[in-house]
């Protein structure tokens, strides 16, 4: 890979049987051509052994390295049984949806035993952000980290960290994860929780058969280190601490905050934060953990709780047992809260923040749970429905052949292109108790069209339909700062006129408070087809999506790029 303009790799994808506790990260330092190869090998987790999707043979995957501006290239080999699809999770990818991986809304998957090569632009992205799969719920154990260093002859705006380590948070089933997607969308129920929670693909020690390959990072005493935390859980938000020890997020998905010191932190799936910790208490051993943060009411989730260990260099490990943090509960809504309300963007001289003072197209998007009629009632949703998710009441349908190629074509019939910009009716969206009559939400594949360089204004609206839920709002090819947010249903008057317009944070995922509203504000300034959806991924699979279409401007840095010679069939 190599700190490089061009970055190659190739990349093999395939089913493994995994075994033991892999390297999870690839060398910073290694070569410009790297050949990710995939074998069958055993691998084991809570007692059981289980072929899973993954690239290189490596849960999570490998670590992709640049600098700020650079351009990476990444050969995928599909030789696994399923079609599969690569995003690359924060990178804007100016003009060049081309490679932006949404199965059918930027391209077809790639088929078992094909490949694609996808150009990977960064452009003002700077800190941590990810890839993963997205197709079906393959990104379950199909992701890595992406480390973007700055430019090269400048640094970070803090203090250069003695070491760095990314922690990838994740979810394990024990079963085949498409099986458990498809039970669900057979029986319209909610799918099964996970078994466990993963810190670098490790449930930890609080659970069975984990002892052996729990993670651990070993520090000396007083070095500062520099946490690169993804949240790739498919369903749940989480806490994170770190025991005895206090941690300062100081970036968050690709961009620099205001230090912010906490005991702990709450990250949404989706989101990336950088966070900071002094080696600076007694030589031990400590554990850093995560658990859920579960807002819905009757909404099941996943309780256990994942454990890596920090070890102090000099400690003698022999007789004594880490010491545990202490986490919120998992209803603890105030506690996210208090956390979420001191991110701020850096906002300095290097670091500037544009955010757009006056708006050209403003939409307001109600984001519900709803339900679909069942035959005979013999669904397992409430009453018997089927459930479904929507914005704006539209509950999305993936066509057959990709948006961004029949936008290019101009294929007619692929999609439309009403998508509201307000909801089609309007009631106490976070009322307790909602009729019946408002659950169905319509079934169809509309876009929103945008003009070039816009300044756009997204208030996004949680109901109460079914159940309330935080929701995690991840927008593809731009970051957007989130002027505002509360609880209770949005009102323009009064909410707007506390919008932060000075040090709003810069993010690509929003946790959209349950019950509650977010505001948030972007220039369209990057032509193309670009997806919309909560990272909730049973959210997602039931429709809770969207797609924007943003046009050409003028000149021809601002006009979408031809696409490349390999485009993936349908």
Same mark, same amino acid.
């Given at each position: #890979?190599?700190?490089?303009?061009?970055?190659?790799?190739?990349?093999?994808?395939?089913? !493994?049987?995994?075994?033991?506790?892999?390297?999870?990260?690839?060398?910073?330092?290694?070569?410009?051509?790297?050949?990710?190869?995939?074998?069958?090998?055993?691998?084991?987790?809570?007692?059981?052994?289980?072929?899973?999707?993954?690239?290189?043979?490596?849960?999570?995957?490998?670590?992709? /390295?640049?600098?700020?501006?650079?351009?990476?290239?990444?050969?995928?080999?599909?030789?696994?049984?399923?079609?599969?699809?690569?995003?690359?999770?924060?990178?804007?990818?100016?003009?060049?949806?081309?490679?932006?991986?949404?199965?059918?809304?930027?391209?077809?998957?790639?088929?078992?035993?094909?490949? /694609?090569?996808?150009?990977?632009? +960064?452009?003002?992205?700077?800190?941590?952000?990810?890839?993963?799969?997205?197709?079906?719920?393959?990104?379950?154990?199909?992701?890595?980290?992406?480390?973007?260093?700055?430019?090269?002859?400048?640094?970070?705006? $803090?203090?250069?960290?003695?070491?760095?380590?990314?922690?990838?948070?994740?979810?394990?089933?024990?079963?085949?994860?498409?099986?458990?997607?498809?039970?669900?969308?057979?029986?319209?129920?909610?799918?099964?929780?996970?078994?466990? +929670?993963?810190?670098?693909?490790?449930?930890?020690?609080?659970?069975?058969?984990?002892?052996?390959?729990?993670?651990?990072? *070993?520090?000396?005493?007083?070095?500062?280190?520099?946490?690169?935390?993804?949240?790739?859980?498919?369903?749940?938000?989480?806490? $994170?601490?770190?025991?005895?020890?206090?941690? @300062?997020? %100081?970036?968050?998905?690709?961009?620099? !905050?205001?230090?912010?010191?906490?005991?702990?932190?709450?990250?949404?799936?989706?989101?990336? #934060?950088?966070?900071?910790?002094?080696?600076?208490?007694?030589?031990?051993?400590?554990?850093?953990?995560?658990?859920?943060?579960?807002?819905?009411?009757?909404?099941?989730?996943?309780?256990?709780?994942?454990?890596?260990?920090?070890?102090?260099?000099?400690?003698?490990?022999?007789?004594?047992?880490?010491? $545990?943090?202490?986490?919120?509960?998992?209803?603890?809504?105030?506690?996210?809260?208090?956390?979420?309300?001191?991110?701020?963007?850096?906002?300095?001289?290097?670091?500037?923040?544009?955010?757009?003072?006056? !708006?050209?197209?403003?939409?307001?998007?109600?984001?519900?749970?709803?339900?679909?009629?069942?035959?005979?009632?013999?669904?397992?949703?409430?009453?018997?429905?089927?459930?479904?998710?929507?914005?704006?009441?539209?509950? $999305?349908?993936?066509?057959?052949?990709?948006?961004?190629?029949?936008?290019?074509?101009?294929?007619?019939?692929?999609?439309?292109?009403?998508?509201?910009?307000?909801?089609?009716?309007?009631?106490?969206? @976070?009322?307790?108790?909602?009729?019946?009559?408002?659950?169905?939400?319509?079934?169809?594949?509309?876009?929103?069209?945008?003009?070039?360089?816009?300044?756009?204004?997204? *208030?996004?609206?949680?109901?109460?339909?079914?159940?309330?839920?935080?929701?995690?709002?991840?927008?593809?090819?731009?970051?957007?700062?989130?002027?505002?947010?509360?609880?209770?249903?949005?009102?323009?008057?009064?909410?707007?006129?506390?919008?932060?317009?000075?040090?709003?944070?810069? %993010?690509?995922?929003?946790?959209?408070?349950?019950?509650?509203?977010?505001?948030?504000? +972007?220039?369209?300034?990057?032509?193309? *087809?670009?997806?919309?959806?909560?990272?909730?991924?049973?959210?997602?699979?039931?429709?809770?999506?969207?797609? +924007?279409?943003?046009?050409?401007?003028?000149?021809?840095?601002?006009?979408?790029?031809?696409?490349?010679?390999?485009?993936?069939?349908?």
């Amino acid at each position: #890979m190599g700190l490089m303009k061009g970055l190659l790799m190739e990349v093999i994808l395939c089913s !493994v049987l995994l075994h033991g506790l892999l390297q999870y990260m690839v060398s910073a330092h290694s070569s410009l051509y790297q050949t990710f190869d995939l074998k069958e090998v055993t691998y084991s987790r809570l007692c059981e052994n289980k072929t899973i999707l993954t690239v290189n043979g490596l849960y999570p995957g490998p670590t992709l /390295f640049v600098h700020r501006g650079e351009t990476a290239i990444v050969k995928v080999y599909n030789r696994a049984p399923y079609n599969i699809t690569i995003h690359w999770h924060g990178v804007k990818q100016p003009r060049n949806p081309w490679s932006d991986g949404p199965e059918y809304i930027t391209q077809c998957p790639i088929q078992p035993g094909s490949s /694609f090569t996808y150009r990977i632009v +960064f452009s003002t992205e700077e800190g941590t952000l990810w890839w993963h799969a997205h197709s079906d719920w393959a990104r379950a154990t199909v992701h890595g980290a992406i480390v973007i260093y700055p430019k090269p002859g400048t640094s970070y705006p $803090f203090p250069k960290p003695y070491h760095e380590m990314p922690i990838i948070l994740g979810e394990w089933w024990k079963r085949d994860v498409n099986e458990v997607l498809e039970e669900a969308l057979q029986l319209g129920g909610d799918p099964e929780v996970s078994d466990a +929670f993963t810190i670098n693909g490790q449930p930890g020690d609080l659970l069975p058969c984990s002892k052996r390959g729990i993670t651990r990072m *070993v520090v000396n005493q007083g070095k500062s280190y520099l946490l690169r935390i993804i949240n790739a859980g498919m369903n749940e938000e989480l806490f $994170f601490s770190v025991a005895k020890h206090r941690i @300062t997020v %100081v970036g968050t998905d690709g961009s620099y !905050v205001k230090p912010l010191t906490a005991d702990y932190i709450m990250i949404t799936p989706g989101q990336t #934060m950088d966070v900071l910790f002094e080696a600076n208490r007694t030589s031990n051993r400590y554990y850093m953990a995560a658990s859920a943060y579960s807002s819905g009411t009757g909404v099941p989730f996943d309780n256990t709780t994942t454990t890596a260990i920090l070890q102090y260099r000099t400690h003698n490990t022999s007789h004594s047992s880490p010491l $545990f943090p202490t986490l919120p509960a998992y209803n603890d809504t105030a506690a996210a809260t208090s956390f979420i309300r001191g991110l701020r963007s850096l906002a300095n001289e290097d670091h500037p923040v544009r955010v757009p003072s006056t !708006v050209d197209k403003h939409l307001y998007i109600t984001i519900s749970v709803n339900t679909l009629p069942c035959s005979n009632s013999s669904c397992e949703g409430p009453d018997g429905d089927r459930l479904a998710a929507s914005m704006n009441n539209i509950s $999305f349908v993936n066509p057959s052949i990709d948006i961004l190629r029949a936008y290019y074509l101009r294929i007619n019939g692929v999609y439309g292109d009403d998508f509201p910009s307000e909801p089609p009716l309007f009631f106490n969206f @976070t009322a307790d108790n909602l009729p019946q009559s408002l659950l169905t939400p319509e079934q169809a594949t509309e876009v929103k069209v945008l003009e070039y360089n816009a300044r756009v204004e997204m *208030v996004f609206q949680g109901t109460n339909l079914v159940a309330g839920e935080n929701h995690p709002m991840h927008l593809h090819g731009f970051s957007f700062y989130v002027v505002g947010w509360g609880f209770g249903n949005y009102n323009k008057e009064k909410d707007s006129s506390k919008y932060n317009l000075i040090d709003p944070p810069l %993010v690509n995922t929003v946790g959209v408070p349950k019950n509650g509203w977010a505001a948030i504000r +972007f220039r369209a300034d990057n032509p193309g *087809v670009w997806f919309m959806h909560c990272h909730l991924e049973r959210h997602l699979s039931w429709g809770m999506n969207a797609v +924007f279409i943003v046009k050409n401007g003028h000149s021809p840095s601002a006009r979408l790029s031809s696409p490349p010679p390999n485009m993936p069939p349908c």
